[in-house]
């Protein structure tokens, strides 16, 4: 075998490698971001009928899939937002509509932080909606 061919197929072996280890390293990256969305879905389906997040046992989804009220239906509402407010009197994000409804309509004295993962997860879960 001439240096010259020992050389080609060392070469061309580290170049495959190369790419089974990359191919390899953004599977791991696609099933992380995954398994996490899943994750967070899961954890926003829970949020949305979570009786817990107020004083009265109410939920957010009792009055948003109302069949007599299908306007307060939420799908597609990560769309509209950021959006003017009326009771904020000012422009504010999906999230501020959150935490404004957990007060006025949960009638919670004590509210999620804005960021707040379950937040979050609300709304990509609200996002699945169709
Ligand atoms: C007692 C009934 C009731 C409950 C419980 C309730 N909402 Fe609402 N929600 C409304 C009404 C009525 C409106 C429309 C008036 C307004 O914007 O304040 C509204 C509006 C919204 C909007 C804005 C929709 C748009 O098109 O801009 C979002 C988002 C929302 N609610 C989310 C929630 C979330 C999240 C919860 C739980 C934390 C919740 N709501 C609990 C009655 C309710």
Known sequence: MSSRFTGFVA???????????????QDAADAEAKA???????????VWKDK?????GRT???????PKKPELYLNGVNEKY????????RVITLQEKFVQMQER??????????????????????????
Not at 60 to 66: G, L
Not at 82 to 89: F, I
Not at 109 to 130: F, I, M, V
């Open 52 to 56: 817990a997040l107020g004083p009265k």
């Open 82 to 89: 950021p959006r003017y407010d009326r009771n904020a009197g």
């Open 105 to 130: 309509s949960l009638k919670a004295k004590k509210t999620l932080p804005l960021g707040d993962e379950r937040w979050t997860a609300l709304e990509l879960y609200l996002k699945s909606l169709k």
């Open 36 to 46: 996490a969305e899943k994750q967070a879905l899961a954890l926003g389906a829970k």
């Open 11 to 25: 070469f061309a072996l580290i170049v495959a490698g190369a790419a089974v280890a990359g191919a390899t390293a």
């Open 60 to 66: 957010c989804m009792k009055c948003h899939t109302n």
